[in-house]
C-alpha cells in the first residue's frame, strides 16, 4: 500500500525539453514523408469500411503534412516496471496541412489544417549491452487524443457535420485501436529483440463506482425539452457514462424524472497507465437526442491520491457549472494467485476477478509456397473471447513461412468463467481461413505453471510451431485510505 502511494506522488513535474523540438524540427521533411504513406496505407482501406454510403470511396489524392512541425513539452523520463525506460511527453500540432480527397457522387474536398493534442509515452525496452542499446520502442497515448480538422469544399458547406464526425471518428478510431492505451505501436530497434520481453503488462484493475450526481439545472436541456418540463414539470432521465482511458466505454442505468441521481453502480477497468483519464458523461436521456448534462474528468493517480473519492464538477459546453457527480474507485493490483478468481467479492455484473494475457509471438515450420501464404494465429477461450493476430503476406525482408506476429490479447476473467470446469485457451494457426493446425491448451496448465506463466512453442501440428505466452493473473485490493495518505504525508 505505501508502495503504490508512494509512487503516485513521487515524480514531480516534466522538463521543456526543447532538444527535442529541435530534433522534430530538423526530421519533419522525413516525418512528413513517412507520415503521409502511413495516413494513406492504413487509413484509406478503413474508408472503405466505416464510413457510411458516399463516402465509402472517399480516398486521398494529395498528402501534405504542411511546414509546421509537431511540439513536444513536459517530458519525464523514469525507469519502467520491467528492464526499460520510459518517457512521457505533451504532443501539440497545429498544423497547415494540405490534403484533398475525393469520393464518388460527391465534390473534391480538403483538410487545411490539423490539430492534434495528446500525452504521448514511449517504452524503450529491453535494454542490452549491444549497439543500438534498446531492443524495440512502443509508442502510445495515454488517453485518446484530440483531433480537429479545418475541411474544405464541400465539407465547409450543408454536409460538414457528416463529414466531420465521420472522418474524424474514422482516424480516430485507428489512432486508438494502434496507437493508444491499452494498444502500443511497436518498432523494433533490434530484429532479434524478444517480445516477450518488451511487452509491458497491465498496472492493475480499478473499481469504479458512479455514486450520485446532482446540482444541475436548466442549462442541460434542449428549447424542446424544456417547454415540454414546463408543461409537465418533468426532471430529466440521468445515465452517465464513463471511460478510463482507451478502454471499452461502460453505461449506467438511467434514473427517470429526477434531479438528483443516485447510482451507486459499479464496474471495472483495466489500468495501462496511472494517468489514464476517468470521464463520467452524465446525460438526459431523450427520445429525440440525449442531451448533455455535464463532463466530469478526474485521473486514475489523482482520485487514488485523494482516498479513492472524488466530487467532479460537471462541464457543459466548455464551462463549469454547479452541478457534480460523486464517485469513487478501488483500485487493484495483479499478481500471481488464482485464489480471486472465484472469489464472491468479484461477483456481479461489471465485475472482475482477474486477467488473462496472451502474447503471440511468432510462428515455425508453415509449409507452402511464400507468394501464396496468408498466415496468422487465432486464440479462443470458450464461445465468446476469439481474438486474430494481422495476417501477414510475402514482403522483401521477411520470412514468411516463420514469421513473426508479435501481438497481445488480453481475456478479463469474471467468476462465472472459472467455476469447476474453466475452457481451454485455443491456439490456431491460420492460412487465410484455411486452419492448418491447433492445439487446446487446459486453462489448469496455465494455473500451475511456475508464476503462472506458461511459456513455450504449441506444436499445432502439420510441422508447424507457434510461440505463445499465457499468463494468468489474479486480484488484491490496495488500500488507498485517507489515513494512508494522511501517513504518508506526515
Known sequence: MAGLIEKLTAEGDGESAEFLNDIVKLLWPNINAAGSKMVKEIVEPMFKTMLPGPLKTLHFTKIDLGPVPLRVSNAKTTKSDVDGIK???????????DIEMDADMIPALGVESVQLHGRLSILLCPLTNVIPLIGAAQISFVNPPVLKLDFTGAANVADFSLIDDTVRGVILGIINSMFTLPNRFLLKLDANADYFKTFHYPLGMVRVTVEKAWGFGEEAKSSTRKLFDKLTRAAPDCYAKVDVGGEPSWQTTTKNNTNKPSWSETHDFVVSDFDQCIKVDVRDEDINGDDDVGLGVTTVR??????????????LKGKETDGRVAISCQFFKYVA????????????????????????????????????????????????????????????????????FDQAFRIPITTDLVGSSPDNFRIALMDGEKEIGAVDVPFANVADAPDKILQQKFDVGNGATVRVSIRLRGVVPEDISRTALADRRK
Open 302 to 315: 489523482e482520485i487514488l491520491v485523494a482516498g479513492g473519492q472524488q466530487e467532479l464538477p460537471l462541464v
Open 87 to 97: 518517457l512521457d511527453l505533451n504532443v501539440d500540432w497545429v498544423g497547415k496541412a
Open 337 to 404: 494467485d488464482a485464489g480471486s478468481l472465484t472469489a464472491s467479492d468479484h461477483k456481479g455484473d461489471g465485475r472482475l476477478s482477474g486477467i488473462a494475457t496472451i502474447l503471440v509471438a511468432s510462428a515455425f515450420g508453415i509449409k507452402g509456397a511464400r507468394e501464396t501464404l496468408k498466415p496468422s494465429v487465432v486464440v479462443t477461450w470458450g464461445a465468446t473471447q476469439k481474438f486474430q493476430t494481422v495476417i501477414k503476406a510475402d514482403a522483401p525482408g521477411t520470412d514468411i513461412n516463420n514469421p513473426s
